[in-house]
Nanobody
Framework: QVQLVESGGGSVRPGGSLRLSCAAS????????MAWYRQAPGKERDLVAR???????NYAASVSGRFTISRDSAKNTVYLQMDNLKPEDTAVYYC???????????????WGQGTQVTVFS
């Protein structure tokens, strides 16, 4: 089995910064891609940033230039550095990884439990 555990959420003032972490553990052969999504109350879950292999990361337009996604492949961990936070960034943030388990050869999507980020004036 594969588990993803997130950490790093919290409450900050506008203009502040937070760093989210998500570590995968379990029976992992490889991880093809890693991403962060967010879901605000009453809204759908949207992609924030994705990183895959050696390709350049992709960002939602609303966070480009303020958020940075990075990965530590040796630790099976993905990070999201969030700078210049705005009230509209308030949401539950979820990590997602495309994991190939030791028991198989095809990737499957695994999700973290979610972590709350609140930006308040």
């Amino acid at each position: 089995q594969v588990q993803l555990v997130e950490s790093g959420g919290g409450s900050v003032r506008p203009g502040g910064s937070l760093r989210l972490s998500c570590a995968a553990s379990g029976s992992i052969r490889s991880i093809a891609g890693m991403a962060w999504y967010r879901q605000a109350p009453g809204k759908e879950r949207d992609l924030v940033a994705r990183i895959r292999g050696t390709s350049n990361p992709n960002y939602a337009a609303s966070v480009s230039g303020r958020f940075t996604i990075s990965r530590d492949s040796a630790k099976n961990t993905v990070y999201l550095q969030m700078d210049n936070l705005k009230p509209e960034d308030t949401a539950v943030y979820y990590c997602e990884m495309d994991v190939v388990p030791n028991s198989g050869w095809h990737p499957a999507a695994y999700w973290g439990q979610g972590t709350q980020v609140t930006v308040f004036s």
